[in-house]
Structure formats: structure tokens, C-alpha cells
T-cell receptor, first 114, second 112 residues
Framework: NAGVTQTPKFQVLKTGQSMTLQCAQD?????MSWYRQDPGMGLRLIHY???????DQGEVPNGYNVSRSTTEDFPLRLLSAAPSQTSVYFC?????????????FGEGSRLTVL | GDSVTQMEGPVTLSEEAFLTINCTYT??????LFWYVQYPGEGLQLLLK???ADDKGSNKGFEATYRKETTSFHLEKGSVQVSDSAVYFC???????????WGLGTSLAVNP
């Protein structure tokens, strides 16, 4: 019953450091996406993928990279962390594409950039 | 532009009270409408949905009716429990950018 698994759950970085948030799903979903959640801003789409080898930018992609080498994994990379990237990050997946609205979310990764 | 507007929280209720969380939308096309729930420390999960006008979505005692004439999808529950304390998000899928359009979320706290 794993569903969507995100690691780490918590991370503190210094400005300029890099890191990767991991996301894995075991439901064989083609569509995966990354959101950030900030107070008063709701959910904002960072990057998404409609299948292995295919990625695209969402609403707020700057400062983030993604890749999709397998169906199961969709890591999010911060190349040079900035305080503005302090947020809670959610990975999601679905079999029906984002417009189906039936997304499965991970438990989130809380990132603090000092 | 495309948007979802939810009532501001936090909403605080006593156990067994009636709950309404308002949601109105503007959309480019003919949307399906969704309510998601986020329990403390967890990710969002789909609570219910409706795909066309006058449809009623329901789950776990929650209901919402798709009202095209008022562009609304208000979430209701007749008797809330402490375990319903969570943040509730309304969303639709008919934005111009072909992505889900999310509301800002409404926090609900239910006191025993």
C-alpha cells in the first residue's frame, strides 16, 4: 500500500546548496507532478511528466530541475537553493492525466532554506 | 481569468455541528469540480468530485452539488467530527492552461 513515497520528509539547507527531493510511485501511473504549497498561495505546479523521458514546466519552474528516467521515479532537483524556495513540496501521480483531477499525493517534504 | 474562490478560514466548529465551506469558480470551459482534503501532516487526497451540472458528489458524509447557474460547489456535512479537522481544497479542470485550478484551501478545526 505504498502509493506515492517522498523523501526526505524534512530538510534544512543553506543558501546555495543543492539537493534532490525523491518521489516514487508504485501504481504504474504515467503522469507525475511536483507542487509547492505556501501559506496564502495554495498549490502551485512546478514541473510535470506525462511519461518516462518526457517532462515539462508548470507554473513556477525556475530554480528547479526534473527528470523521468523510469515510470516509477520523478526526482526534483534544487541546483542552488534560495530562501524563496522554503516551502512544503508535494509529489503527485495519476493514471488519467492532471485534468482527470484524480491525483494521488505523497505526504510532503518540508524544506527550509536559511 | 480562471479561478477558484473559497471562503477564508479558519473555520472552527463544535462536534456534531453543520458544516458548509463555500466554493465558487470561473472557468474557460465546462469543468469537472473536485474537493480535496489534507489531514495534518499528510498529503492531499481526493474527497469527492462532480463532472456535470446538478451532479452531487459524496464521500465520508460530505456532499457537494455542482451548481452551474451560480458557478458553485459548496462542501457540506451534516454532523462534523473531531477527525474532520483538516484543510479542504476546491479545484476545477477547465482552465485555459489545461491544468488544475486550485483554491487556497480552508482550514477546519472541530472541537470536542
Amino acid at each position: 500500500n505504498a502509493g506515492v513515497t517522498q523523501t526526505p520528509k524534512f530538510q534544512v539547507l543553506k543558501t546555495g546548496q543543492s539537493m534532490t527531493l525523491q518521489c516514487a510511485q508504485d501504481m504504474n501511473h504515467e503522469y507525475m507532478s511536483w507542487y509547492r504549497q505556501d501559506p496564502g498561495m495554495g498549490l502551485r505546479l512546478i514541473h510535470y511528466s506525462v511519461g518516462a523521458g518526457i517532462t515539462d514546466q508548470g507554473e513556477v519552474p525556475n530554480g528547479y530541475n526534473v527528470s523521468r528516467s523510469t515510470t516509477e521515479d520523478f526526482p526534483l532537483r534544487l541546483l542552488s537553493a534560495a530562501p524563496s524556495q522554503t516551502s512544503v513540496y508535494f509529489c503527485a501521480s495519476t493514471s488519467g492525466g492532471e485534468l482527470s483531477g484524480e491525483l494521488f499525493f505523497g505526504e510532503g517534504s518540508r524544506l527550509t532554506v536559511l | 481569468g480562471d479561478s477558484v474562490t473559497q471562503m477564508e478560514g479558519p473555520v472552527t466548529l463544535s462536534e456534531e455541528a453543520f458544516l458548509t465551506i463555500n466554493c465558487t469558480y470561473t472557468a474557460t470551459g465546462y469543468p469537472s469540480l473536485f474537493w480535496y482534503v489534507q489531514y495534518p501532516g499528510e498529503g492531499l487526497q481526493l474527497l469527492l468530485k462532480a463532472t456535470k451540472a446538478d451532479d452531487k458528489g459524496s464521500n465520508k458524509g460530505f456532499e457537494a452539488t455542482y451548481r452551474k447557474e451560480t458557478t458553485s460547489f459548496h462542501l457540506e456535512k451534516g454532523s462534523v467530527q473531531v477527525s474532520d479537522s483538516a484543510v479542504y481544497f476546491c479545484a476545477h479542470n477547465a482552465g485555459n492552461n489545461r491544468k488544475l485550478i486550485w483554491g487556497l484551501g480552508t482550514s477546519l478545526a472541530v472541537n470536542p
